[in-house]
């Protein structure tokens, strides 16, 4: 370097000055392009309970055990209605009437005919015990042979006769006690009563207007929708792949939109004996679930949307992880600390549903798995960073 030229020298720096620049423009480049940690969610394995469970396919209903959509079971105008929409009634309260002066005054007839029967009865049975008794004094006075034969044969067959006319008067009294029954049945067919305490959800009928019975086959709007408030329960359609696994007395747990955040506890009380088959490609069997706790339904109202999960299967205190972090073939991405990088790993499953999945073999307590698979970038070998600090799942199902 010495023996160097100044020019020699000067272009020996500028060639180094030059390669020192590229370095530090590269490793600038290679900085700010490296590829940048993935934020992901973690969760530490655990123990806790782990249930196998299926849920409807398309929301349920919360419906009343009572309920009742009633029409007059004859036609005619209405003439009289007692409640509102919003009305509680007892049990055989009067909720609408229609016109029926022509059924009052036919039931008033024929009770008029009743008396008038009775009183021509009690006169005929009062005229045949006359006519018995003296039959009798006939009779007695025969061995005494103070009365003569023809007066006694006529004596006796009077008092038949006006015994028969007794026996007649009876069974009149008794037929005119029958049309009684008719005409009040025909008139209590003008009136609609409550055939349950409940509370009146719907009033389709207007003072005036003619109502008739629905046709057979042709559903029309019922005059009074009347629904029990004492006992409700969930009606819900599950998918009848996993319809055969369920059976009544199965627990249950029950959601409803109206309070979110709460479970209410049930028990399977029907499962439909056949498959419906509403939506194309959706067939379900319709089951029925009942509240356990009836107190737990006091603010609820038939209508409400709900949804129902059956517990099939409950084990405690297992190694389990959550279900949404299971990849398809039963795989995890566990969290390497001391590369910050993911491993894809395979384990053996047990008893599973929607929220956690048992783990039977291949994962230990403590790891570290991904929970936000959907994530764009997560996958096996992916550098990544934890989002949030890691914490044991609460331990409930």
């Known amino acids: 370097m010495k023996d160097a030229t100044p020019a020699a020298r000067r272009g020996h720096w500028a060639l180094v000055t030059t390669l020192l620049a590229a370095a530090g423009v590269a490793a600038a480049v290679w900085y700010w392009t490296r590829p940048q940690p993935v934020a992901v969610v973690l969760h530490k394995i655990d123990r806790g309970r782990v249930e196998a469970s299926v849920a409807n396919t398309r929301a349920g209903t919360v419906e009343a055990c009572e309920r009742a959509k009633m029409a007059p079971p004859t036609g005619g105008q209405v003439a009289f209605i007692a409640v509102r929409e919003g009305d509680r009634v007892r049990g055989g309260q009067l909720l609408l009437s229609l016109w029926n002066d022509d059924r009052k005054a036919e039931l008033t007839l024929v009770e008029s005919e009743l008396v008038t029967s009775r009183a021509k009865t009690e006169e005929a049975c009062a005229l045949a015990e006359a006519a018995a008794r003296e039959a009798q004094r006939l009779l007695k006075l025969q061995k005494s042979r103070l009365v003569a034969e023809d007066q006694i044969d006529k004596a006796v067959a009077d008092a038949e006769a006006r015994k028969a006319a007794c026996r007649a008067g009876r069974a009149t009294e008794q037929q005119s006690a029958a049309r009684i029954d008719v005409a009040r049945a025909a008139l209590e067919r003008t009136i609609l009563r409550a055939p349950f305490a409940g509370v009146v959800a719907e009033v389709n009928a207007k003072l005036g207007e003619y109502v008739t019975p629905s046709p057979p086959g042709i559903p029309t709007l019922p005059a009074i929708d009347l629904v029990g408030e004492h006992c409700l329960y969930v009606s819900a359609p599950i998918d009848e792949v996993d319809a055969p696994a369920i ?104 008893l599973a549903n929607w929220k956690y999945t048992e783990v039977l073999e291949g994962l230990r307590e403590g790891e570290l798995i991904v929970v936000s698979v959907e994530r764009e970038g997560v996958a096996a070998d992916a550098r990544v960073v934890a989002e949030t600090p890691v914490s044991p799942a609460s331990g409930n199902p």
């Open 247 to 350: 059976r009544p007395g199965q627990q249950t747990r029950i959601t409803l939109d109206a309070f979110a955040g709460r479970d209410f506890k049930g028990e399977v009380r029907r499962v439909a004996p056949y498959v419906l088959d509403r939506e194309k490609q959706a067939r379900t069997v319709e089951v029925e679930t009942t509240f356990t706790d009836a107190a737990e339904t006091a603010n609820l109202l038939p209508g409400y949307s709900a949804d129902i999960e059956v517990i099939l299967d409950a084990r405690a205190e297992v190694l389990r992880v959550p279900t949404e972090a299971v990849l398809e073939g039963y795989r995890v991405l566990a969290y390497r600390a001391d590369t910050q990088r993911l491993e894809e790993r395979r384990f053996k499953p047990g």
